[in-house]
């Protein structure tokens, strides 16, 4: 492994690592924190719902580092650099805030908190797409997505350690520090993870989406995302109610699928070039459909876990999969719009997931929905047979 390519899996392995933090908090924490300060569910709900807002612009937040340098210093560096300090500087103030219990205040800067995370990462996948060369890619997504996993993971194990010990405020200290590692690379290899050309803003580039294969893989994304996500939305019901598995079981149940993502995220980086981008979709999908299959018809505790952890390896895999062919299919021009409108479709799939799997879990039950989403995942195995094995935009 060269000097260039060591560098580049430490600096985005770091910015993922920070973004895996603030997801934990974001997806996790948030909820647990106001419900201890007495919030009712509703207005927890309303409140995560405003927390999406800044993933789902993350389209504008990319047109804007494509198309204007920041201060004349660049496209992506002082964009990442910026989102960074912000995500920190939010989760520092945060707990006086709290403690302050200026509710509309604190409302502000999670806010504020969530939009650096995605200013920096956004523009964290502009620079991958521009500065990774296409073999290089699949180990790249594999660091960012194994990343990612391993901060959710790190966060979810120390974090109720610190708020037993230390209190909340030691929790938003821990995500704030998850971003130091990143600020202080992305300062000192600027010069060696810069791009050695440089890619005018068109508008005309998004002509590239008038191609096959993005909306090809624009589908399978779809399909993907509604299966795995569905399942694992009513994962955790279906074990309380069905199984009676308690809190810290179900958090068990929580770590293993994470603990599958990150592995599955490390044998993409192996194995990607050698499978190829086909042939790793079939591989996936059938990971996939065999922990589908398992979660139905398993009843001992111990099978719950391995394949929680199975379906962990099927998404974490993927994810960087997907990742990795759309870095190829991104027109470098729009490098961080493109690449944000890809993960959109991730996001409608996954969506689509909660509300289909809520209709089928109430009506049929979770193992009947848990085996209709083979079918989904059969359906991406006929559409791999269509992907180019290299492809470009």
């Known amino acids: ?125 502009g620079l991958a797409v521009e500065i990774t060369p296409e073999d290089d890619r699949s180990q790249v997504q594999g660091m960012m997505v194994g990343a990612r996993a391993a901060g959710i993971l790190y966060a979810m194990l120390m974090g109720p350690l610190l708020v037993e010990q230390w209190g909340w405020s030691a929790l938003f200290v821990m995500v704030a520090v998850f971003c130091l590692p990143g600020m202080l690379l992305i300062i000192s290899l600027r010069k060696l993870t810069t791009a050695s050309h440089s890619t005018t803003f068109s508008w005309h580039a998004f002509s590239s989406f008038d191609n096959s294969q993005i909306w090809l893989l624009a589908l399978i994304g779809v399909l993907f995302a509604l299966a795995l996500d569905g399942i694992l939305t009513f994962l955790s019901l279906n074990l309380a109610s069905a199984k009676g598995f308690e809190l810290y079981k179900l958090s068990w149940v929580l770590i293993a699928a994470m603990l599958g993502r990150l592995v599955g995220a490390t044998l993409f980086g192996v194995f990607a070039n050698k499978l190829g981008y086909r042939n790793g979709l079939v591989v996936v999908s059938f990971i996939a459909a065999s922990g589908c299959l398992g979660l139905a018809v398993v009843d001992a505790e111990a099978w719950v876990y391995v394949m929680a952890a199975l379906i962990g390896v099927a998404y974490g895999f993927f994810m960087a999969l997907y990742a990795a062919m759309a870095m190829t299919l991104s027109n470098p021009g729009i490098a961080a719009s493109m690449f944000a409108i890809f993960m959109i479709f991730l996001n409608v799939g996954a969506g689509l997931g909660q509300l289909v799997a809520g209709q089928m879990t109430s009506s049929y039950g979770f193992q009947i929905m848990s085996i209709s989403m083979v079918g989904l995942l059969a359906l991406n195995v006929v559409l791999s047979r269509y992907v180019r094995t290299r492809q470009s935009p």
């Open 1 to 125: 492994m060269t000097l260039a390519q060591q560098y580049r899996l430490l600096l985005f392995g770091s910015l993922y690592f920070a973004q895996g933090g603030a997801l934990s908090y974001f997806l996790s924490y948030n909820i647990v924190f106001l419900k201890g300060m007495g919030y009712d569910a509703e207005d927890i709900g309303a409140f995560q719902a405003v927390l999406i807002l800044p993933f789902v612009l993350k389209i504008v937040l990319g047109a804007i580092s494509d198309r204007f340098s920041l201060f004349g210093l660049g496209h992506r560096h002082p964009y990442i650099l910026l989102g960074l300090l912000i995500q920190a500087g939010a989760f520092l103030l945060m707990p006086s805030i709290a403690d302050a219990r200026d509710w509309q205040l604190f409302f502000i800067a999670a806010l504020v908190g969530a939009v650096g995370m995605a200013l920096y990462d956004t523009c964290t996948d």
